[in-house]
């Protein structure tokens, strides 16, 4: 029997959400010293800059050592690290009030392709509870396809929705600051995901959809915490990107290694451009995992390097003493069946259920 917890969930996301726009104030965006100026006021509820996900503060030295070792020894790719073309943030949430944090180029910031698309999930859900936007049915669905199926139509059409202006606007506001000049950038969306000019690149670094490591870490640790719009839609948003319908990269490692985890997930892939990131949980293990690569078969590296990033905090778990999920090393040959969890939610509104 469903909890009222998911029947609340399931109801906000069905019944508030409906397809109609009631057009938002331009508001354009400079750097000017390092700080983002708009020329129209904020909301208030992008204004609350109480610090959120400060995750630079919770570096774990033995978690560090670990991931060094694996990314530049057992991986070997120590040369694309160097010149900055790989990016890893990895964050063990078992305990999430206090989160152990590692990362390697986790301020530098690359082309991150449809990754983030997650920003303009977050913006369509902070319109909606600023009472501005309201989505029917069909935009339901192309919200799902944004991110099950990485649409570049349906995305674009949700950020002509809310209006890129408001993109960057919620990206770089005070309340969530996954666009930071203090932290040399981080999440970015400023051109459609289609032929055409871009709106704005990025100011710091002219990259039209872009991303640093540990600001996507901050983006999954403040919706698994409730921090993204509110409680309520945080839930709603982990779960639309509970279901992927492309199985690469993270979600092909973990398949691999531990079929029956839970991956909420977003990757993108574009030429030589591959990332992915995600919260990852089984039993007690829970973490966050993003990457981002400039090299051809970049696919592949982050496929290795999940299921590495993977054993490291399945150890952690045992060592303290969790239950410690059935996982293990795939051999090679070796053919896997995944065997796909619907969720309570989505038993609840079988149209979350539909990719």
């Known amino acids: 029997m469903m909890s009222d917890m998911f029947k609340s969930v399931a109801t906000f996301f069905i019944a508030a959400l409906a397809l109609f726009m009631i057009p938002s104030t331009a508001i354009v965006d400079e750097l000017d010293d390092g700080v983002f100026t708009f020329d129209g006021e904020l909301p208030p509820s992008l204004m609350d800059d109480t610090p959120r996900a400060q995750l630079w503060e919770h570096q774990d ?27 890893v943030a990895l964050v063990d949430i078992t305990d999430i009030e206090n989160p152990r944090v590692a990362t390697i180029n986790g301020d530098e910031m690359l082309y991150a392709a449809s990754l983030p698309k997650i920003a303009v999930l977050l913006s369509v859900f902070q319109k909606v509870s600023d009472g501005e936007v309201v989505i029917d049915n069909k935009t339901q669905h192309k919200i799902l396809r944004m991110i099950r199926r990485s649409s570049n139509p349906d995305t674009t059409a949700m950020m002509h929705l809310v209006s890129k202006p408001y993109i960057a606007k919620v990206l770089s506001s005070p309340r969530y600051k996954l666009y930071d000049p203090m932290r040399n950038g981080g999440l970015w969306v400023g051109k459609d995901y289609g032929k055409g000019a871009a709106w704005k690149r990025d100011p710091m670094h002219n990259i039209s959809h872009g991303a640093t490591a540990i ?101 952690n778990v045992a060592k303290a003493g969790k239950n410690t999920p059935t996982c293990y090393q795939a051999k090679r040959g070796s053919a896997h069946q995944y065997y796909k969890t619907v969720s309570q939610l989505e038993k609840w509104a079988p149209l979350l259920a539909t990719p």
């Open 61 to 87: 030295a033995a978690l560090q050592k670990k991931l060094d070792h694996l990314v530049k020894k057992q991986m070997g790719i120590r040369k694309l690290v160097n010149r900055k073309k790989f990016a």
């Open 215 to 315: 600001q996507v870490a901050r983006f999954y640790y403040m919706l698994e915490t409730g921090e993204l719009v509110d409680e309520e839609s945080s839930k709603i948003m982990k779960q639309i990107l509970g279901e992927t319908a492309i199985n690469h990269k993270f979600k092909k490692g973990i398949n691999m290694v531990c079929p029956t985890a839970k991956v909420y997930r977003k990757s993108g892939s574009w030429r030589q451009f591959h990332s992915d990131s995600a919260i990852i949980e089984h039993g007690d293990m829970r973490y966050i995992a993003v990457a981002l690569a400039e090299t051809p078969g970049g696919g592949k590296l982050l496929t290795r390097l999940i299921m590495g990033m993977n054993k490291m905090v399945l150890a």
